[in-house]
């Protein structure tokens, strides 16, 4: 019952490597086709189970010193509840010809967001998403903010307001509500629409 | 009283004092908290420095009602299009305290997403430093504003008012004149070519008896 184990277990099963470089020595490389596996292996029926998923991040390897390989990575932490104190990252690496990484939602729900973060920040697509947009940046920007590459001092306007009433009809009639009638106020007037605005 | 009323100098004057008077001592906040300095605006608000010994009695959380427009915290640029909007939205006359560092000048975030001071978007009248800045700081920028008020005048904004309104009217007018001229200028052209016609078909047909 240990987290030692389950790397041996990983790199049998699943061909995924320990990072060195890693002070912890907590990480595992995974390819990007058996992510799905790797994880739900992880949730249902490893020694010790993660069922606790910390954190997703997209880390781009630009300009870091003495890197080889693939440009961008995602990174997945998580943690067990169950058994106190154990953690585990998986990395994932995504090249610059091919930013797809497929989808871990189904099997923890809050990946949701996390993922569209990630996919906000570093243009990385998750595939199997079912709702892939940007979360933290407006919907007229253009570009991927936490790429080495981005100018960090660019700033982009927005000319509107994001128009979210659609997503939340959707949303409450999912939950059995109907929308009867919409009032005139919350129609978008195309007067307030700036040029060049997206109309979503 | 008739004849003291007649006097146009004293009624200016006196209204002026009235209306600045008003509004001076009955400024309403509308709080836009987006970070720690509305929460320094709490304490402002609330017993131990209490805003409302100057007058600010409510905060009011709608734009409709409101005369001060504080901006307390960070704006970043989804943020921007709502902030002009509230401003749109609030009836004249109205003022805007930048409160902080962020909202004055973006502060320490000078990045992608940050408005680098809410004057990119809407007119300020006081400017407020710090991070966050003390309830001492924020009844400063209020006396300051206070100053501002009593300096206005409102009769002179109601005359430029007025001025504008009556140079708008006279452009209108000429506008009018310019395109019934146009129109009449038309009309008489069509009603020239009308009868030309008639004549040469009256000569014709005098030709074709002739003959």
Not at chain 1, 83 to 99: H, N, S, Y
Not at chain 2, 164 to 182: G, R, V, Y
Request: charged letters at 25%; a negative charge.
């Amino acid at each position: 019952m240990s987290v030692e184990n389950i790397f041996s277990t990983l790199e049998e099963k699943f061909g995924a490597k320990r990072e060195t470089l890693d002070k912890w020595g907590v990480t595992a490389v995974v390819s990007g086709a058996y992510l799905h596996n790797v994880v739900q292996f992880l949730k249902d029926s490893a020694e010790v189970k993660f069922d606790m998923l910390v954190d997703i991040a997209g880390i781009d390897y630009l300009t870091y010193p003495n890197h080889e390989g693939p440009r961008f990575a995602v990174s997945y932490s998580f943690k067990s509840i169950k058994t106190p104190g154990a953690r585990i990252r998986l990395k994932v690496l995504v090249g610059e010809d091919c930013l797809k990484v497929p989808t871990i939602t189904d099997l923890y729900a809050n990946a949701n967001w996390y993922e569209r973060e990630v996919y906000d920040q570093f243009g990385i697509v998750f595939e199997g998403h079912p709702d892939l947009r940007r979360l933290l940046n407006h919907v007229e920007f253009v570009g991927h903010p936490l790429r080495k590459d981005y100018p960090a001092q660019k700033r982009q306007w927005l000319s509107t307001n994001d128009y979210l009433l659609p997503e939340l009809e959707k949303r409450l009639e999912t939950l059995g509500y109907k929308v009867i009638q919409r009032s005139k106020e919350v129609e978008p007037n195309d007067d307030e629409f700036l040029e060049g605005s997206v109309k979503a | 009283m008739g004849n003291e009323a007649g006097k146009p100098s004293i009624i200016t004057s006196s209204l002026d004092f009235l209306v600045n008077w008003g509004r001076t001592n009955s400024l309403w906040p509308f709080p836009y908290g987006t970070a720690c300095c509305a929460i320094e605006f709490m304490s402002t608000e609330v017993g131990r420095y209490d805003l409302s010994r100057i007058g600010s009695e409510y905060v009011r959380f709608t734009p409709r009602q409101s005369d001060v427009l504080l901006v307390a915290g960070t704006i970043t640029y989804k943020q921007a299009p709502i902030l002009k909007r509230i401003y749109e939205q609030m009836a004249e006359p109205r003022w805007v305290i930048a409160m902080g560092a962020c909202a004055s000048s973006g502060g320490f975030y000078d990045c992608y997403c940050t408005v680098p001071g809410i004057d990119h978007i809407i007119p300020v009248d006081v400017y407020i430093g710090g991070c966050p800045s003390r309830p001492e700081a924020f009844f400063d920028a209020m006396f300051d504003l206070q100053k501002k008020i009593k300096d206005e005048s409102y009769m002179k904004q109601r005359a430029e008012r007025v001025k504008d309104q009556l140079e708008m009217i006279k452009a209108k007018t000429a506008e009018a004149k310019a395109n019934a001229k146009e129109f009449a200028q038309e009309k008489v052209a069509d009603i020239k070519d009308f009868v030309v016609e008639k004549e040469q078909n009256l000569v014709k047909k005098a030709q074709f008896w002739k003959e």
